[in-house]
C-alpha cells in the first residue's frame, strides 16, 4: 500500500480501518474504480487485509437532496453529454479525470440552475466526472470507446 487512510468503524469502536492505494482521491466516499487493499485493526494490534476491487454503477447519482446527475451516452465515442437538475441555482463546477486522477478538464458554471452540457474527450478509455455544488459531489465514470 502506498498511502492509507483511517476509517471510522462507528460499529465496533475498538477496531480501525485503512486502506490503499488513494491515488489522487482523499475521500472514501468517491474512490476511483481499482483494485484496493483492506487492513483492519484491533485494539490488540491483530489485523487482518482484505482486497477490494471498487466498481461504479452507471446511471445517475444524487446531487444532495435536491440535484441529479446523470451522464449519456455511456459509453461514448468520445462526445457525451452531461445533465445536471438543481432545485434552485448555484455555482457548478465539473471536473473530469483520467484513469491515473489527472485533471484533464475542469469547467466552472455560475449560479447554474441545470440543463445539458457537453463534453468531448478524444483518447479511449475510463474516465471519473466530478461535479462539485455547494451541496456536494457526486462522481460518476464514463467509458470512452472512440
Same mark, same amino acid.
Given at each position: 500500500?502506498?498511502?492509507?487512510?483511517?476509517?471510522?468503524?462507528?460499529?465496533?469502536?475498538?477496531?480501525?480501518?485503512?486502506?490503499?492505494?488513494?491515488?489522487?482521491?482523499?475521500?472514501?466516499?468517491?474512490?476511483?474504480?481499482?483494485?484496493?487493499?483492506?487492513?483492519?485493526?484491533?485494539?490488540?494490534?491483530?489485523?487482518?487485509?482484505?482486497?477490494? #476491487?471498487? !466498481? /461504479?454503477? %452507471?446511471?445517475? =447519482?444524487?446531487?444532495? $437532496?435536491?440535484?441529479?446527475?446523470?451522464?449519456?451516452? *455511456?459509453?461514448? #465515442?468520445? !462526445? /457525451?453529454? %452531461?445533465?445536471? =437538475?438543481?432545485?434552485? $441555482?448555484?455555482?457548478?463546477?465539473?471536473?473530469?479525470? *483520467?484513469?491515473?486522477?489527472?485533471?484533464?478538464?475542469?469547467?466552472?458554471?455560475?449560479?447554474? $440552475?441545470?440543463?445539458?452540457?457537453?463534453?468531448?474527450?478524444?483518447?479511449?478509455?475510463?474516465?471519473?466526472?466530478?461535479?462539485?455544488?455547494?451541496?456536494?459531489?457526486?462522481?460518476?465514470?464514463?467509458?470512452?470507446?472512440?
Amino acid at each position: 500500500m502506498t498511502e492509507q487512510q483511517q476509517l471510522p468503524l462507528p460499529t465496533e469502536p475498538d477496531l480501525t480501518a485503512t486502506y490503499g492505494p488513494m491515488g489522487h482521491n482523499n475521500d472514501g466516499d468517491s474512490l476511483l474504480p481499482g483494485n484496493y487493499s483492506v487492513l483492519i485493526t484491533d485494539m490488540f494490534g491483530c489485523s487482518d487485509t482484505a482486497n477490494v #476491487n471498487i !466498481t /461504479f454503477s %452507471l446511471g445517475t =447519482n444524487t446531487l444532495g $437532496a435536491t440535484g441529479s446527475v446523470a451522464l449519456f451516452p *455511456n459509453p461514448s #465515442n468520445g !462526445t /457525451f453529454t %452531461l445533465s445536471v =437538475n438543481l432545485a434552485s $441555482a448555484m455555482d457548478v463546477d465539473v471536473e473530469i479525470l *483520467n484513469a491515473l486522477g489527472q485533471r484533464i478538464q475542469f469547467e466552472h458554471f455560475d449560479t447554474y $440552475a441545470g440543463g445539458l452540457l457537453p463534453f468531448t474527450i478524444d483518447a479511449p478509455g475510463v474516465y471519473t466526472v466530478k461535479v462539485r455544488t455547494k451541496d456536494g459531489i457526486r462522481v460518476v465514470p464514463i467509458m470512452i470507446n472512440n
